[in-house]
Structures are given as C-alpha cells and as structure tokens.
C-alpha cells in the first residue's frame, strides 16, 4: 500500500516537472513542488496526530459547556499570534531574503537579532494589555455565556496568555528557517502541541478535567519552541537579542509590516466574529463549527500551508532577482493545478459528510444528533477548499512583492462580507449559515487578489510601474 502511494506521488511528479519544464523552467517548479511534498508529508502526520486529539476531546467533552469555554479563551491569543506574529513573518521573509543574498550572513544575523528585540517586546506588550482588558472583551464577545461559563472563560483565559509571547517567536524562528529553505523540522514541530494535549488528558484529565487541555497546550507550545530554537542554532545562527535602532532593513519591515498588521487584523475577526455569532446560537455551537471545521483545516493544512511556506522564499528570490515571466508563469501553473486537483475531492467529502463524521466522531458524549449537524457545517465548509489554497498562494506572491497595502483592503472587504452574509445564514441554516458565508467570502476574496497580482504583475513585465512598499 505505502509503495503504491509512493508510485503515485513519483508518477505526478514526473508528470508535473515535465509540464513546468515547458512553460516556466523546470528548476523553480521542481524546487517548490519537491519542498510542497516534504511539508505536505511531514504536516500529514501533524493532522494524524491531531485528528487523534480530536476524537478524544469530542469523547471526552463532546460539545459540552466546558469545552465551550475552552475554545472561546483560545479565539483571542490565536487571534493574537495569527494577526501580530504572522504578518510579522510575511513582511520578514522577502527582506530577510535580500540582506541574505545582497550583503551576506552576517547582516542578515544582525537584522534578525533586531527583528526579534522588536517582536518580542510587542508581544509582551499585548499580553499584558490583554490582561488588563479580558474583564471587559471577554464578556461582550461570549455574550451568549451563562456566568458560571463565563467565570471559567475568563480563568482558562489567563492561563493562556504566555501562548501568546511563545508561539510568536516560535513563528519568527520558523520564519528564519523556511526562508534558508529548511522545510522538515518547523512542518514536523507542530505535532509536539497535539501530543502534550493527549498525554494530560489521559494522564491528568479525570482530576484536572478542561485544564488538563490548558496545562498539555502550554507544554506543547514550550516543547515547540525549544525544538525550532536547536533547529536554529544548528544552522548557525545566534538566538541572542541585538537592538540597533537605526537599522535601516528594520524600517522597510516596519513600513510593510503595517498595512499586513491590518489586514491580518481584518482577516482574523472573521473568525472573532464567527465565534460571537455562535455563541449567541443554541449551547455548543462553537464546539459545532470547531467540530465540522477539523477536517478542512486537515485539507488546507496538507495543500494551502505546504505549498504556500513552499512557495513563499522562491517568490521572494525571483521578486529580488526581478524576473517577472518566472514568477507569473509559475504562480499560474499551481493555481491550475491547485483546482484540477481540488475541486473533485470538494464534491465528494460534502456528499459523504455525514458518515465522515459518524465515523471520526460519534462515540461517548457525541451524539447521533451532532453528528448532523456538524456535518451540515462540514459539509459547507469545504466548498471554501479551492479559493482559500488559490489564495493564500495569491497573498505570498502579493507579500514578495511587498505590496500589501492589496491585503489590507481585500482584508476590510473580506470582514464586511463576512458580517453580512452570517447575519443573513443564520437565519436560515443556523450555524450552518456561518460555514456557507465563509466559502463565499474565500470566492470573493480569490477573485480580488487574483486581478490586482495580475494587474501588478503585467505592469512589471512590461516595465510599465514598478512595484514598492510605498504604492
């Protein structure tokens, strides 16, 4: 079985590399589709290891109160660390790139040693601010929760927060390596957090009941980010902090880090909102769309995440070598295919959903009844697969180019949308609604970054407009 899978994964290689080989250079294609395959593998065992941690929290809480409470105290830090720290990493990588080819490893040690000054003082920053704050956001965003709910929201909360400063530099970290095309370790490392959840609910959970998920998610996160720290340390570089105020590549991330620091912000309230909405629906219809949510984010994970962190340092190479044919050629080689391949496996998993989910989920406290309706949302869900991985690819290209003030607007026109469209669904599908408003926020959003790449890129080729961070 495992040697016909290998068969298959060689034959569309070769397939694939044939047909790069004859419109964009096969080396570039051949790089990034072998990369994509190292992440996709590796990320595999990641969601294996994670579909694992599901099936024994749905056993064990199903879509109770408690795990309820779980969830909402996780919107916000994951909130924080997809908005701050991850447009951090999209605004690093094109310039770390550049000081690495242009002036050497040591300028681009000096620069990173400053980037994570920065970083890790706004990061402190926020979580101390957060703190200050929770009494007052947490409240108004779980407004649907009973106060014993909430009381317990606002203490899992708390303990939370150090997640926040962690995982952050555990980005920038991941970020430093992806970019010296150093793909393994940071796809394998995120199997670590799903481990340390199983081990304290299974070692601890019957004394400690839902903070044994607190306790195994902090772990995870430490363990993660002693893992990638060695990684670092292996190829060379020092973890040390170094603070030069006045170094100049510090000011053009800053300068790029801006409009992505908005439109992650825009982005990620979709799911702040998506979040407040359901919390005001029936009990457990977070635990609902988290349920029916898991298998997507398996697919986006295995496609959309490798072959973008694939992606994203050979887009920058070829931005800073400024060959644009390259680059456009490429980028519609993979949205093609990322179609071709995509949408049949859409169709079937919204027509099987409900016996996926029977089969992954329902045993112990999850009920004949939840399997409905997380199948419902599941199955919604998935109509979102083919834009959301074509944009994602779309968005590093857009980052290469460090023209971001795009995502900043498609960000803004994406949230409006969102809040639109759930108003409207959920009157009528509940919160089925809120998954079936997401896929037709993705297809928007794919369509607007798609014309403004190509609009860029055209003007590039032609030597019309060059793009910077300022246009």
Sequence with gaps: MIQAVLNVVTRIYNIFGLYSKSVCGRSINSRIFSAAVTIGVLALVVHLVAIAKELLVAAWFGTSDTLDA????????????????????????????????????????????????????????????????????LPIMAAGFHSWKLTLTQNLFYWLLPIIVIQGIVVIWSAVLNAGSRFALVAIAPAILPLTIIVALVGRGTNWGIYSLVVGTLIGFIVQAIMIGVGLRRQGLNLRPQWNIKSPHVRT??????????????????????????????PGSIAVLNYGSRLVAVGLGLTAASIATAAFPFFSRLVVHKDWPTL??????????????????????SAFSEPIVRLLYERGAFSPGDTQLVAQVQSLLVLQIPFNIGGILLVKVISSLQANQVLMWASG???????????????????????????????????????????????????ESPINGSE
């Excluded at 908005?262 to 799911?271: C, D, G, Q, W």
């Excluded at 456009?328 to 079937?348: A, E, G, S």
């Excluded at 409006?416 to 469209?421: D, G, R």
Aim: proline share 4%; with cysteine; glycine share 2%.
């Design 70 to 137: 779980f969830l909402m105290a996780m919107v916000i830090p994951t909130f924080i660390i997809n908005v701050v720290a991850g447009s951090f990493h999209s605004a690093f990588i094109p310039v770390y790139i550049q000081v690495r080819d242009q002036e050497g490893p040591e300028s681009s040690q000096i620069f990173f040693s400053n980037v994570m000054v920065y970083c890790t003082i706004l990061l402190i920053l926020i979580m101390a601010l957060l703190a200050l704050v929770a009494p007052s956001i």
């Design 253 to 282: 991330v800053m300068r790029q880090y801006a409009p992505l620091l908005a439109a992650a912000f825009l982005m990620s309230a979709t799911n702040l909102v998506d979040q407040a909405m359901a919390s005001r629906l029936r």
């Design 328 to 349: 456009w050629q490429t980028l519609r080689v993979y949205l093609r295919w990322i179609f071709i391949i995509t949408v049949p496996i859409l169709f079937l998993i």
């Design 413 to 463: 026109i994406n949230l409006i949308i969102k809040i639109v469209l759930n108003y409207l669904f959920i009157q009528w599908l509940g919160v089925a609604g809120i998954a079936l408003s997401t896929s037709l926020m993705y297809l928007g959003s794919f369509v607007f970054v798609f014309y403004f790449v190509q609009l860029f890129l055209n003007k590039l080729r032609n030597k």
